[in-house]
């Protein structure tokens, strides 16, 4: 009997320490950098972003690491603040050794950090929008948001499709405002839009009344706004408060990708349009979508986990590192081999959209990644 229950320990005790996690642990980790706005103003891309680091680590562990290697997820606090996010990228870079970075949250703050990534040769995926991250293309920088040039295109479409031709912009002055404006000023020719108001404001106004009177006097079709943090939410309650809803429609941008934004907004977002990622709708894809799975295991995992639905931000992140594992399984912890990988991604269908690098497209999204979505009874509904 003893010699039974000694070989039934033994057993147990095997099986545990050949277990997927046990393996793992056994081999050097490998380190991934994560720098994320996860206090301050642009929190709410942050704190989604940090929380799928947190789950993408606990996931890959779980099944055993990477070829055997755990993965160690450090993640920073930028506070969305450029300086911070350039001493927290050099502390990941001289003292932590990782294999590659992830993030920063915001567009200024990644063009803050990209001569740092790149004097030290380590691969680099940005989650923030801003095409001039990707264009010029830099050797070691990429990004996974879909670029603003291609929501600007997937809005002005839309217009016209509705025989919208004439445009009001509402534009903030941070990195992603700025950047976004100048993509809707560019596009705007090119596809037979005009540009009737060019309104700018600053990320601490907290009224937007006098940009949207101006914008009231002309004969413009469609407001576009292009911000993120509360000015997205303050320029839709002035909008609703003027009664202007009823005479121009309202684009928001793909930054509009957070149910909290809606909810903050207390009805005034009923109405407003905004090409977004399918993530935040894969419940409802088609079975036959090749984004379904990867999106709608992510969207149930997350929102079970932290018990909040899931944005488009966190998405972004998501999809850099799994990139990142891909990328580490095929070629190992070598970084100018992780680059090469990186730029070659074919087929990879992300919550973002299905990525094809190229030496061109350190982006590998266009358009197509987008669904125009409208709120209704405040909730995303798809128009087509």
Known sequence: MKKSILFIWSFVLTIVLISPAAICQAAEPYKIGCVFAITGPASFLGEPERNSAKMFEEEVNAAGGINGHAVKVIIYDTEGDATKAKTRVERLIRKDNVLAIVGPSRSGTTMAVIPVVEKAEIPFISC???IKIVEPVKKWVFKTPQTDTSAVEAIYTHMKKDGLTRAALLTGTTGFGAGGRVQLKAVAPKMGITIVADEVFGPKDTSLTAQLTKIRGTDAQAIIGWTIAPPQVIMLKNWKQLGMDKKFR?????????KRYIELAGGAAEGVYA??????FADILPKWNAQREFALNYKTN???????EISTFGGHAWDALHMLRIALEAVGPNKAKIRDYLENVKGFAGTGGIFNMSALDHCGLDASAFEMVVVKDGKWALID
């Not at 997350?302 to 909040?308: D, T």
């Open 250 to 258: 309202f684009y928001e941008s793909h930054g509009f990708g957070s």
């Open 302 to 308: 997350y929102e079970k986990k932290f018990k909040s």
């Open 128 to 130: 923030a929008a801003s």
């Open 275 to 280: 090409p977004l990622g399918r993530v935040v």
